[in-house]
């Protein structure tokens, strides 16, 4: 095989391999219940991920998620329809906090995702931009 070749397989190969982001990193949190009862999580979305991107609460325990975005032009949303869970919101995110109040009915693993897509390009949920939330009894 002459060394052009070789180059040129090589870049291919390394173009191939670079699989979106879609396999992220786990980064769990487990919601702590507040003395007032509230089960607080505080969420960071960007591109493309939320951090954390696996919350983990109790049922039947009022929870209160706080979700902002990082600085920067592209736009984000969080998106979780559950309602046979008592969960069900999608929400535009801003720079600063905004909060979503529920209270989760039934124990579960519910998906979470930003619904943002640009044009022909990949949505932010193939990029990576989604999350778990496990209702745990
Ligand atoms: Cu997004």
């Known amino acids: 095989m002459k060394s ?9 190969m390394l ?25 607080r999580v505080e969420i960071l979305g960007g591109s493309y991920f939320f951090d954390p991107n696996y919350v983990i609460v109790k049922k039947n325990v009022p929870a209160e998620l706080s979700i902002r975005k990082e600085r920067g032009m592209t736009p ?11 969960i069900d919101f999608a929400l535009e995110l801003k720079d600063t906090l905004q909060t979503v109040r529920f209270t989760p009915t039934k124990a579960g693993v519910y998906p979470f995702t930003c619904e943002k897509k640009l044009l022909f390009f990949e949505s932010h949920k193939e ?7 496990e209702v745990q009894e």
């Open 76 to 86: 984000h949303d969080v998106v979780l329809k559950a309602p046979e869970a008592g």
């Open 127 to 133: 990029k990576g931009m989604t999350g778990t939330l």
């Open 15 to 39: 173009l191939l391999g670079q699989p979106g982001a879609t396999a992220a990193e786990k980064k769990a949190f487990t919601a702590k219940v507040d003395a007032d009862g509230i089960q």
């Open 4 to 12: 052009w070749m070789v180059a040129a397989i090589g870049v291919a």
